[in-house]
């Protein structure tokens, strides 16, 4: 699904070893699903709030990036590049032994995992010459209030506008 990630920039900058890190993308799957949605990586088990939110989760104990099929229709090619390669680094997280899934303990925009994803997203924009104007409206995701959006985009040093 992803053939190509390995020959990209931000392949070369995720942490660790490139060599560690390319096992692990032979070993990470794209499973594509019907209905609305968009990018994340699979959890072992769905988190007790996204569950009690009433939304079920594609649960995987391998590496799984679970791509709703409306977004790899409908979405533009730089936003399906940049939640690819952030979703990537969670599976890289993960086998770090990182944490993805904090409930409701630390809110998702302040999540130290999210903001690294989304940083290195943004980064990658950058390089690619995104403005912030796009930036702003990829990262204005429909989970958050105001508020945490504003945040997230101080958080990963995207301008308000």
Known sequence: MFRGLEDTVPF????GDDAATLRIAE??????????????VAPRRTPPEVRA???RMVE?????????????????AMDLYLDVIHEFLHILQRHQGRELWLG???PYVDRPTEVEAYAF???E???LKVP???????????????SEYLRLLRNVGVSYG
């Open 12 to 15: 070369s900058k995720y942490p």
């Open 121 to 123: 997203s943004v980064a």
């Open 104 to 106: 409701t303990k630390v």
């Open 60 to 76: 995987s104990r391998a590496d799984e990036i679970v791509v709703a099929r409306a977004h790899l229709v409908n979405s533009a």
């Open 125 to 127: 924009a950058r390089r």
């Open 27 to 40: 070993r990470t799957y794209a499973h594509i699903t019907e209905g609305p949605g968009w990018m994340y």
């Open 53 to 55: 939110a009433g939304f």
């Open 132 to 146: 912030d104007r796009y930036l702003r409206e990829y990262l204005e995701v429909t989970w958050v209030k105001r």
